[in-house]
């Protein structure tokens, strides 16, 4: 058996939560799909299809929204009540009227992504004229990686929209339609 | 920093800082000044580690939000890469997506 013989093998009998849960592995599969290798395109099917473990993106992003909104509002009643509130008027405003689920994920992404930059600024303007030049360092480079995820996160909404309605995943049914 | 204690008896407070790259030793006193200048050295002291305490605590914390907005974006990222590949799309150049030509292959 040659080497993308062996890989492929590989490739198959790796189940689909491995390749969720091995980033690497689901890439390579993702690679060998793109190089146009056939046998990764049912992999990747599978991937969508049947792997429950997606669904908790989508409850992924609202957990760690629920923790930035606790730490930011504190014993604020008011902010918990008004965060949440805009946040929901924002996710709403991005994902347009009828998303699709795979626009309604990544604009909950958009939303969390906005809401950790402006938390990490808050935090940093508020520990300004107490930090040393290497914790400054430290703060403004989680800044810039924040910065840089929420530029991205809108640049996948931006993709998607740009492909239409051709591409259809349908997380909470895991479903995928892929007609044009 | 500290207390010394001299030959002729009795304690003196001193305290070291870096001038020009050498270390300057400071003389504060004995009795009071030397008492108000130890203490002052201890406030700051402990400031500097409550302030360094705090410091830790919110790079645990903010590493963890980090973690969980890092892992939900790399996994969106790879559902949108995946939806677009079985959905007939390919990446040129590993920038824009461009619909694959011809019949959709596999499944």
């Known amino acids: ?98 998303p699709s689920p795979l626009e309604r994920l990544l604009a909950e992404r958009i939303t969390v992504c906005w809401l950790e930059l402006q938390y990490f600024e808050a935090i940093y303007a508020q520990n300004l004229g107490k930090l040393t030049i290497t914790q400054s360092d430290y703060h403004q480079r989680r800044l810039d990686k924040a910065h840089r995820r929420y530029l991205s996160s809108i640049k996948a909404l931006a993709q998607i929209r740009k492909m239409g309605p051709a591409v259809q995943i349908n997380i909470a049914e895991k479903q995928i339609n892929t007609s044009r | 920093m500290g207390w010394e204690s001299r030959q002729r008896g009795g304690f003196y407070y001193t305290r070291s800082r870096k001038v020009n790259g050498r270390v300057v030793r400071e003389y504060l006193g004995s009795g009071a000044p030397g008492q108000i200048a130890a203490l002052e050295d201890e406030y700051e002291r402990r400031r500097r580690e409550e302030q360094a305490a705090y410091e830790r605590e919110l790079r645990e914390e903010l590493d963890a939000l980090d973690a969980s907005v890092e892992e939900l974006s790399r996994a969106s990222d790879l559902l949108v890469r995946t939806a677009l590949i079985v959905s007939g799309y390919r990446q040129h150049n590993r920038g824009e997506w461009r619909l694959r030509r011809g019949p959709k292959e596999g499944g």
């Open chain 1, 1 to 98: 058996m040659g080497p993308k013989k062996a890989d492929s093998a590989a490739m198959n009998n790796a189940s689909t939560s491995e390749l969720i849960e091995d980033t690497e592995k689901l890439m390579a599969v993702i690679d060998r799909a793109q190089d146009g290798d056939k046998e990764a395109l049912p992999v990747l099917r599978k991937v969508l299809d049947e792997e429950p473990r997606i669904a908790r993106f989508v409850d992924l992003a609202r957990d760690v929204e629920r923790s930035i909104v606790e730490k930011i509002s504190g014993n604020d009643v008011f902010a918990q009540e008004a965060i949440p509130r805009n946040l929901k008027a924002m996710r709403r405003e991005i994902a347009r009227e009828d």
